[in-house]
């Protein structure tokens, strides 16, 4: 079953249930889907979906953080109950072990020496990690592994 419709199946069952919180999540996600689809003028792909569902799962964990520093733990912990209904549609997510694996298979693959070399393991990399692991933090660990 393909990732929309899955989204779409599961907001039928929030419907059902009477689940406002895990509908609007579902409802917000399909309107982020449709509109990269009308930005980029393509039709949403499992891939596409979870690169627009890894985007909505960073900026609620960034508002997280901002909310727990200005003191509001009933916006943030609203926030951390709409990363959980997201994340049921993400991949699992790797472990530290299989990160450092793909990174060490990446730098080989490409004979990565150099920061300047950094851009091709990262375009081997992102495919296989998208909405999988955070890239940032895994930037950091190939800029480690590359000086």
């Not at 694996?101 to 920061?115: F, H, V, Y």
Request: hydrophobic share 45%; charged share 30%.
């Amino acid at each position: 079953m393909s990732l929309l419709a899955q989204l779409k199946d599961e907001m039928k069952n929030a419907m059902r249930a009477k689940d406002k919180l895990r509908l609007g999540v579902i409802r917000m996600a399909l309107s982020a889907v449709k509109q990269a689809e009308i930005d980029h003028d393509t039709e949403a792909t499992d891939d596409n979906i979870i690169a627009v569902l890894t985007k909505m799962v960073k900026q609620r964990k960034e508002s997280i953080k901002m909310f727990t520093d200005g003191g509001r733990d009933e916006l943030a912990a609203k926030e951390a109950e709409e990363v959980n209904a997201l994340q049921f549609f993400l991949p699992q997510p790797l472990t530290t072990a299989e990160i450092n694996d793909l990174i060490n298979k990446a730098i080989t693959d490409t004979g990565a020496a150099s920061m300047a070399d950094m851009g091709k393991v990262m375009a081997v990399l992102k495919p296989l990690m998208q909405g999988r692991a955070d890239m940032g933090a895994v930037s950091g660990q190939i800029r480690s592994a590359l000086t």
